[in-house]
């Protein structure tokens, strides 16, 4: 990659030198979660979690190489921190496990607004960071076209990537750099990928999370003058954590050319909050427009919408 002089560690990227040290003691007060490494196979979760001498806000365990981990999560970076001291003399059935302090898992969106216009030079990245962002990517892989974070099904990411690039030489580049790179202690391993697998995870890049995940958590908004921007949107729904503007082929706003108006999705955290937005479009405007709002997912409307404008259209033709 252009700009990465020889023997610099990729973590001094774009602001990649300035997150904590892997480190115990880096992150004490920086994060809410413990990782215990190296439990006793026979460990489940009632018995274990009576036997904690702390009490987390949760408990996650899991089998690695025939032995249990366990992530504790607590409720702020002080508790974590005192339960990370008391828990370096905990001992569970005769066997002292390792205590660290983890970041969390970053989380993916899976929602792409543009497709690449090739998956000719595709570069497959693992071996990354859990807690990397896609902004840090982007600061990492400055002249990829599209990087896809792979992701479990509740949204938290993988460990790997394919970033794509639109010429064999800016892919050269990234991969001659990323082979000789070192992220937060772990070298980056990278190999070329297939079209076939880029269009594969672009394919669930443009589906999005299942309807039986995202149900309840979205809303769709009807009547937004078009050519409106996100960052309006944002201004007026300050907690989506997404917003979805559908196109066409040729790039230009989906809707309903008739009215000269588009729709967008938005998704929220949690449903409270999306119930809460849905109450809040109700009483909004747009440039003087009246917005209508859905939980996205309900065709009533889009039902009540399509005879309206066939009743129109009729109308028209004479």
């Not at 408990?59 to 249990?68: A, D, E, I, N, Y």
């Not at 309903?256 to 949690?270: G, H, M, P, Q, V």
């Not at 440039?287 to 919408?305: D, S």
Request: glycine share 6%; hydrophobic share 35%; aromatic share 8%.
């Amino acid at each position: 990659m252009q700009g990465i002089s020889k023997g610099r560690s990729i973590a001094n990227i774009g602001g990649l030198d300035s997150a904590p040290p892997k480190s115990n003691e880096g992150l004490r007060g920086l994060t809410k979660i413990i990782l215990l490494k190296g439990l006793s196979a026979k460990a489940r979760y009632v018995h274990f979690k009576k036997s904690l001498p702390v009490t987390p806000k949760s408990v996650t365990l899991s089998t690695r190489l025939g032995l249990k981990n366990a992530l504790l999560t607590f409720s702020t970076e002080e508790d974590c921190s005192r339960a990370f001291d008391v828990l370096e003399s905990f001992t569970y059935d005769g066997r002292k496990p390792l205590v660290m302090f983890v970041r969390p898992r970053a989380t993916v969106s899976r929602m792409i607004t543009t497709r690449p216009a090739s998956t000719k030079f595709c570069l497959d990245v693992t071996n990354i960071p859990f807690f990397i962002t896609l902004d840090r990517l982007k600061s990492v892989f400055p002249k990829a076209e599209a990087i896809l974070m792979r992701c479990r099904k509740d949204g938290k990411f993988k460990g790997s990537c394919i970033a794509v690039f639109k010429s064999q030489s800016d892919y050269d580049e990234a991969e001659a750099a990323c082979k000789e790179e070192i992220v937060e202690g772990r070298r980056l391993l990278c190999s070329q990928a297939t079209s076939e697998d880029c269009n594969k995870l672009l394919e669930e890049y443009r589906s999005g999370p299942s309807k039986e995940d995202r149900e309840g958590l979205q809303i769709k908004l009807f009547n937004l003058p078009y050519g409106v921007k996100k960052e309006e949107i944002k201004k007026a729904f300050p907690r989506a954590r997404n917003i979805f503007l559908p196109q066409d082929k040729k790039g230009n706003p989906t809707g309903w050319e008739l009215f000269t108006t588009i729709i967008a999705i938005l998704t929220f955290k949690t449903k409270v909050i999306c119930q809460a937005a849905l109450a809040r479009a109700q009483n909004t405007k747009f440039q003087g427009r009246r917005l209508r709002a859905e939980i996205n997912g309900e065709k009533i409307f889009l039902y009540v919408l399509h005879l309206s404008t066939v009743c129109v259209a009729n109308f028209l033709s004479g």
